[in-house]
């Protein structure tokens, strides 16, 4: 089975800090993802990495950033966090296009 | 028009129902095809992969129309434990071959 792991489960952050969300995967996947899900609005993606050192923006990456140095490894930065950041983050991951995605269990994110 | 588009339930059944969830995407480029269910306040998990022969993974059979742009979900003899948000994920090739998820449609099992 994949596994998706994100490094916290629940997270509680002051407005302006540097947030850094990890995600890891152990089954050698080619693109990892990062996306937002909040109430009424569905899931939207924040940015996605096709490779090592490759990154594209999705959907909403404003105040977002991302680093993926290795395969397995794929990091959502908050630069200086906001309450309207406040929401449930999903990393996933899939093995190359067209195959499903597999989702890590999030994290909750709470930016007071 | 939204991209992805489904029932919007909930829906609420008593055990043993069979219920047919409808799914339409308005983008023809579609290539891959999911359905995800997603309990509250958890991540989605992969339900099943839709192929354009139909399948079918036991109580649960996927089916797929590109004529039309549909996709259906029916759950047969429906346990206590299928209640959740059931996801309609298409895959689109122009989309930088990305996902574009459909709202859900709600479903609870009733004893």
């Known amino acids: 089975d994949v596994k998706v792991t994100q490094s916290s489960r629940y997270l509680v952050k002051r407005t302006g800090e540097k947030v850094f969300l990890e995600c890891v995967q152990d089954?050698?996947?080619?693109?990892m993802f990062w996306y937002r899900q909040d109430p009424g609005l569905g899931l939207r993606l924040i940015y996605f990495s096709y490779d090592v050192k490759m990154k594209e923006k999705g959907d909403i990456p404003e105040g977002y950033s991302v680093s993926r140095e290795k395969k397995e490894r794929f990091s959502l930065i908050l630069e200086s966090a906001s309450t309207n950041q406040t929401s449930m983050y999903l990393c996933?991951?899939?093995?190359?296009?067209?195959?499903?995605?597999?989702f890590g269990n999030g994290t909750r994110l709470t930016v007071t | 028009r939204k991209e992805v588009e489904q029932d919007p339930g909930p829906f609420n059944v008593p055990e043993g129902a069979t219920v047919a969830f409808n799914c339409t995407y308005s983008?023809?480029?579609?290539?891959?095809f999911f359905w995800y269910r997603q309990d509250c306040r958890k991540e989605p998990k992969l339900l099943m992969s839709v192929y354009s022969s139909g399948n079918e993974d036991g109580r649960f059979t996927a089916q797929l129309n590109r004529a039309s742009q549909y996709i259906s979900l029916l759950i047969r003899d429906s346990k206590l434990s299928d209640s959740a948000t059931y996801l309609c994920v298409v895959n689109v090739y122009n989309y930088g071959q990305n996902f574009v998820f459909g709202p859900g449609t709600r479903l609870s099992v009733l004893p």
């Open positions: 996933a991951s899939r093995l190359v296009a067209g195959s499903p995605l597999h």
């Open positions: 089954m050698d996947h080619e693109n």
């Open positions: 983008n023809s480029a579609s290539q891959s």
